[in-house]
């Protein structure tokens, strides 16, 4: 941008936020750091929250930008894929989320764990899967995450312990890994994900008691998309104050569209964890574009008018990009050059989903059991014995 | 006669012949101790495990022992817990879960089968999940019915779960090594009344890495006219109906099942094609139970051109335990209905 001062500050108002812009220049080399400073997040049961205030850099913006592209991108593909009926069964998108799987992800580290429920393809991305294995998985092929026998709602990676089917369940799953962190003693939290639908459940009741008593090391996040399946949260909860129903467990609710304050708050959680304070809770208001799943058109609750009005005001994505281009940190040639490369990424991946084969007849009993010798399983007729290796 | 006794025990002295009598609730709690002992990652969780010593005191001595790290206390919140233990599994822990009673696993089944069963599967072989469920089943004595469910046909019918039913000390010490060193989830069925009943520990059965392997059954009497296979408490009652019928000159063939998924079906066989009769005693209802499983295997495998006779079930009755004595009495198989099965099936 030319020759400047070696210092420019600038502070502006750009949609109910305030950021400062700092520009350093030395030695003709420049950094530009944007500033964000937003209100106060609802805190419950504690004293501070997050700071009001986050540093990003261009690297980490076109970073985000990229990730949340990619997760956009690859959940419109499995829409597309869904409708030609090359990816059956259940199919529960994320578009519209992605602040909440890609700020998480950058507020922790690889080597802690997670867990969420079934609308994880996002999440398994930013937990080390690729897009191939993604979508392979999706359409059921022998290249998928879990070799086509898991499908949408369970896909695992290492410290990610998927995908649950079973709404709630996987709260006290994620406890018993924060469990494990502490009795390793290794430092590392669980991130425990569940929908505004699930907060309900008994067993997430369950688990914030043994959470809280043995303090262990547990961010309960609380996906609240408005909507459980059908039914709008004024619907389903007495107290739609997700965030406080942890009750002696503290809590903070945030805007889960801005990626930048789900980052800091997840920081702020996971070192509140780290530090042997026991679990927290965060309520990330967010939203999804899809029905629940692909059999749910999505427009029988809630209003098109709603939906479009999300998009247009709301939308992670461009929340960022305004961010970034309104400030110079990218420039609009920049960011299409990395929607051309994500959606090339995301074609191959399709076409590697729909041609790869699918899974061998032989590996239809394998896996039953880790680390025992083969075994016959029955089949369909008592003459039929199958062979299942582990 | 009294010197016959001393030079008795001084053939034995000198022989070293130790009997040593061992009660199962005492077994139980000899193998809970080596394997904490053995492998750090494992740890007991269950409601009164640590400071009560046990509901039923099998982890006696323990949390005095290893502490509230290993020996954990937990609210009465059974599905809250057994998903806590199985995610511990999932992250490389080896958790012990106790059930204080398998009616109590019910409200916890999802864990056990949704999370803990069908994942290593699901997952394609990325995530195992080395839990084991241990705990009571079956009637107890004037529990009535809420308390006295077997859950031997329902865990028993789940791909993913390994499902053990001890009868024995030494059955219930080799067989929950086994369960705690397996890297699969296994869902350990033991029996209250059984809890104090003292069995002869061999010495083998003695030594720290005595190991029974999951999916054996043992034959406990040898015969020839009838196969009884029973497991858990009805081993007992099988052995006493076939000291009855010895008297009669019927030898009863006694099966230990030991294991009831997976199935011993080949040893079951065997004995059929030998005495060509079969009798199943469970203490469990007879719909879809574990009897009705094996009666399946033996008309589906090479055994029944052997069988002389229709095989049959001896079972719990078809109805909610009772709580009077003369009622419970009677809605558990007793040594009589056994004979009286034997002598049916013999049309004797």
Redo the contacts between chains.
């Keep these: 941008t030319g020759v400047m001062p070696s210092k420019k500050i600038q502070l502006f108002y750009h949609r109910n936020y305030y950021i400062l812009k700092y520009i350093k220049i030395e030695n003709f080399h420049f950094e530009l750091f944007l500033f964000i400073f937003w209100k106060k997040c609802d805190l419950h049961k504690l004293e501070e929250g997050p700071p009001l205030q986050a540093v990003l850099t261009r690297e980490e913006g076109l970073q985000y930008y990229r990730t949340m592209q990619t997760i956009r991108r690859m959940e419109l593909k499995a829409d597309q894929l869904y409708k030609q009926k090359i990816i059956r069964g259940f199919c529960h998108l994320y578009d519209g989320q992605e602040a909440c799987a890609v700020g998480i992800e950058t507020g922790i580290n690889l080597s802690d764990h997670l867990i969420t429920a079934y609308r994880a393809h996002g999440y398994t991305l930013t937990r080390g899967g690729t897009v191939r294995e993604i979508m392979a998985e999706l359409t059921g092929r022998r290249g998928g995450i879990a070799k086509g026998k898991g499908g949408s709602m369970h896909m695992y990676t290492k410290h990610f312990y998927g995908g649950n089917g079973i709404v709630g369940a996987q709260v006290p799953l994620g406890a018993g890994v924060a469990l494990a962190c502490k009795y390793l003693g290794n430092n590392e939290i669980c991130v425990c994900l569940y929908g505004d639908g699930a907060a309900n459940q008994g067993q997430i009741f369950e688990t914030y008691n043994m959470a809280s008593l043995w303090k262990l090391p547990c961010i309960f996040i609380c996906e609240n998309n408005k909507y459980g399946m059908g039914t709008s949260v004024e619907r389903a909860a007495a107290s739609t104050d997700y965030y406080k129903r942890g009750d002696f467990i503290p809590g903070l609710r945030l805007d889960g569209m801005d990626v930048l304050c789900v980052r800091e708050a997840t920081k702020f959680a996971a070192e509140h964890c780290r530090s042997g304070k026991g679990p927290i809770l965060m309520e990330l208001q967010t939203y999804r574009y899809h029905g629940h799943s692909m059999s749910d058109p999505g427009v029988s609750y809630r209003t098109r008018e709603e939906i479009q009005e999300v998009r247009s005001k709301s939308d992670p994505i461009s929340m960022l990009k305004d961010r970034m281009l309104s400030n110079n940190m990218a420039s609009v040639e920049e960011l299409k050059e990395i929607d051309v490369e994500v959606r090339k990424e995301i074609e191959d991946a399709a076409q590697f989903a729909t041609t790869d084969p699918e899974p061998p007849l032989d590996d239809l009993c394998n896996h039953i059991f880790y680390n025992d010798p083969p075994m016959e399983v029955r089949g369909t007729n008592p003459w039929t014995k199958l062979k299942s290796v582990s | 006669m009294n010197t016959l006794l001393i030079v008795l025990l001084i053939i034995m002295e000198i022989s070293q012949i130790h009997f040593l009598y061992v009660t199962v609730r005492d077994a139980l709690n000899q193998a809970l101790d080596e394997e904490l002992e053995r492998d750090e990652r494992v ?1 007991l969780l269950g409601e009164e495990v640590a400071q009560y010593d046990g509901a039923y005191k099998v982890s006696r001595g323990l949390w005095k022992k290893y502490g509230d ?1 290993r020996i ?1 206390d ?2 009465i ?1 059974e ?15 080896r ?1 012990i879960c106790e059930f204080m009673t398998f009616n109590f696993s019910m409200q916890a089944i ?2 056990v089968i ?2 803990a069963a069908k ?10 999940v ?1 839990i084991v469920f241990r705990g009571p089943n079956g009637a107890s004595a004037g529990v009535a019915a809420q308390h006295s469910q077997c859950f031997a046909a329902w865990y028993g019918h789940c ?2 779960l ?1 499902v053990v039913s001890p009868w024995s000390a030494e059955d219930a010490k080799g067989l929950l090594k086994s369960a705690i060193r397996d ?2 989830p296994v869902v350990f069925l033991e029996n209250e009344l059984m809890y104090g009943v003292p069995f002869e520990m061999s010495e083998e059965a003695q030594s720290k890495d005595f190991l029974l392997p999951i999916g054996k059954a043992k034959i406990e009497r040898q015969g020839n006219h009838v196969t009884l296979v029973s497991h858990s408490r009805m081993v007992s009652l099988c052995l006493d109906a076939a000291a009855v019928l010895a008297k009669e000159g019927i030898e009863c063939e006694v099966i230990n099942m030991r294991t009831i998924r ?1 199935l011993d079906a080949e040893a079951i066989e065997t004995s059929v094609m030998k005495t060509n009769h079969l009798i199943t005693v469970e203490g469990g209802w007879p719909q879809f139970g574990v009897g009705a499983e094996i009666l399946a295997r033996i008309m ?2 090479p055994a029944f051109n052997f069988l002389d006779a229709p095989a049959v079930r001896v079972t719990g009755v078809d109805i909610p335990m009772p709580y009077a004595k003369i009622l419970e009495d009677n809605s558990i198989p007793q040594i009589k209905d056994i004979i009286f099965s034997v002598k049916k099936t013999l049309n004797v």
């Design positions: 740890f790290k954990i937990t609210p919140t599905m809250g817990f057994a998903g806590i233990a199985v995610g511990a599994a999932m992250a490389g822990l958790p999802d864990q949704n999370s994942t290593y599967y699901m997952s394609a072989g990325l995530q195992p080395p791909p993913g390994k890297d699969n997976p589906e495998g």
